[in-house]
């Protein structure tokens, strides 16, 4: 008897395949008009805890009412595929930038809300956590007690001061989400709040937001059931409307507004971004690549010619964080949009 069992016949996609697989000629989604927003938060229910959260950036705020703060918003956003969700789609993002980014900006002075993906990277902790290592791996037993591995001990310290302080000082505020939805609801309810600090309030938007979502009512109470036979499933997911125009013009106008453009195609990049900046008018886009995005960023700015940052081999050896780079130079930035701004 033949013990070799054949492969079942694969066919492996063609590059040209691969191209075409996402049309790429359906012209560009038009930013959120003011009907769009009624549209969407109207039909798209916020969720239950969100006055309650707001109670307390509110209260955040108004305890830093005479400084800076800024909204970095960090991690994926899901698309869930049921109501009692047991589906979801979701997308790569740990919060690594953002959680990194927080940190630069707590050393140099600002309040931090942090919106961000529930379980994913946080400031400080993000040094412990999501790597191979557990935190037990830091730990060791000493006389009956556990205490931290002395070959940690100086960088923990280290960690363990900067967070101490940014909590004595009440300069963190932490805030998850998990939908997309959540998300939009938060971002918008959070851009009033920031309101009164005018110029001081800097927004950083890192967070991979989904560009397609299932609206509320088309969304299925009950888990997807497979069919006999083995049909396909067919989504139909609208677009998610681009609120970066309202937020800029109607939710929080006066404050400076940085966001991310994350592409894997390198010869798109710039295009992808200035585009970003035109449509939306805002200040900063700063535009990644997925491969390289720990290792070099460019800001795109008006009026401006691009500016790369790039970690030196020395810096990427070592492990400095490019947050350490991209942090002072945006702060650069908006000391100048508050002394243009005048308030
Ligand atoms: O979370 P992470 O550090 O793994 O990735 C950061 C990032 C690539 C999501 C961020 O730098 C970014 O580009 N955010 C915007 C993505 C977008 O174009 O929607």
Same mark, same amino acid.
């Given at each position: 008897?033949?013990?070799?069992?054949?492969?079942?016949?694969?066919?492996?996609?063609?590059?040209?395949?691969?191209?075409?697989?996402?049309?790429?000629?359906?012209?560009?989604?038009?930013?959120?008009?003011?009907?769009?927003?009624? !549209?969407?938060?109207?039909? !798209?229910?916020?969720?239950?805890?969100?006055?309650?959260?707001?109670?307390?950036?509110?209260?955040?705020?108004?305890?830093?009412?005479?400084?800076?703060?800024?909204?970095?918003?960090?991690?994926?956003?899901?698309?869930?595929?049921?109501?009692?969700?047991?589906?979801?789609?979701?997308?790569?993002?740990?919060?690594?930038?953002?959680?990194?980014?927080?940190?630069?900006?707590?050393?140099?002075?600002?309040?931090?809300?942090?919106?961000?993906?529930?379980?994913?990277?946080?400031?400080?902790?993000?040094?412990?956590?999501?790597?191979? !290592?557990?935190?037990?791996?830091?730990?060791?037993?000493?006389?009956?007690?556990?205490?931290?591995?002395?070959?940690?001990?100086?960088?923990?310290?280290?960690?363990?001061?900067?967070?101490?302080?940014?909590?004595?000082?009440?300069?963190?505020?932490?805030?998850?989400?998990?939908?997309? !939805?959540?998300?939009?609801?938060?971002?918008?309810?959070?851009?009033?709040?920031?309101?009164?600090?005018?110029?001081?309030?800097?927004?950083?938007?890192?967070?991979?937001?989904?560009?397609?979502?299932?609206?509320?009512?088309?969304?299925?109470?009950?888990?997807?059931?497979?069919?006999?036979?083995?049909?396909?499933?067919?989504?139909?997911?609208?677009?998610?409307?681009?609120?970066?125009?309202?937020?800029?013009?109607?939710?929080?106008?006066?404050?400076?507004?940085?966001?991310?453009?994350?592409?894997?195609?390198?010869?798109?990049?710039?295009?992808?971004?200035?585009?970003?900046?035109?449509?939306?008018?805002?200040?900063?886009?700063?535009?990644?690549?997925?491969?390289?995005?720990?290792?070099?960023?460019?800001?795109?700015?008006?009026?401006?010619?691009?500016?790369?940052?790039?970690?030196?081999?020395?810096?990427?050896?070592?492990?400095?964080?490019?947050?350490?780079?991209?942090?002072?130079?945006?702060?650069?930035?908006?000391?100048?949009?508050?002394?243009?701004?005048?308030?």
């Amino acid at each position: 008897m033949d013990s070799h069992i054949p492969s079942p016949p694969t066919r492996r996609l063609s590059m040209g395949e691969r191209e075409n697989a996402i049309d790429r000629t359906i012209p560009l989604f038009p930013p959120a008009a003011e009907i769009d927003e009624f !549209n969407y938060f109207d039909n !798209n229910e916020p969720p239950e805890y969100l006055e309650g959260m707001i109670r307390g950036a509110q209260e955040f705020v108004k305890f830093h009412r005479n400084g800076r703060v800024v909204l970095v918003t960090s991690g994926g956003t899901t698309v869930p595929l049921e109501n009692q969700t047991v589906r979801f789609i979701d997308n790569f993002s740990a919060g690594t930038r953002g959680a990194t980014s927080a940190e630069y900006f707590l050393e140099n002075g600002y309040a931090v809300i942090f919106l961000h993906r529930q379980f994913s990277l946080l400031p400080y902790s993000r040094h412990y956590s999501h790597s191979t !290592n557990c935190f037990l791996d830091f730990m060791e037993e000493k006389d009956g007690k556990v205490v931290v591995d002395p070959k940690y001990q100086e960088e923990m310290l280290s960690v363990l001061r900067k967070y101490q302080t940014a909590k004595d000082h009440n300069l963190l505020l932490l805030l998850p989400f998990t939908t997309i !939805n959540q998300y939009l609801h938060t971002l918008r309810a959070l851009s009033v709040t920031l309101r009164p600090l005018k110029s001081r309030a800097l927004f950083y938007l890192a967070a991979a937001v989904s560009d397609f979502f299932v609206p509320l009512h088309r969304i299925p109470e009950h888990k997807i059931q497979s069919k006999a036979g083995g049909s396909k499933l067919v989504m139909n997911l609208d677009p998610v409307p681009k609120f970066l125009h309202r937020l800029v013009d109607k939710w929080a106008p006066g404050a400076m507004i940085v966001s991310f453009k994350l592409e894997t195609d390198s010869s798109i990049l710039l295009s992808k971004a200035r585009q970003a900046l035109e449509r939306y008018a805002h200040q900063l886009v700063i535009g990644n690549l997925l491969q390289t995005r720990k290792a070099e960023v460019v800001f795109v700015e008006p009026d401006k010619t691009e500016l790369w940052i790039r970690l030196t081999p020395a810096q990427e050896a070592t492990g400095v964080d490019i947050e350490s780079l991209i942090i002072p130079a945006i702060i650069q930035r908006h000391d100048i949009w508050i002394k243009q701004s005048g308030n």
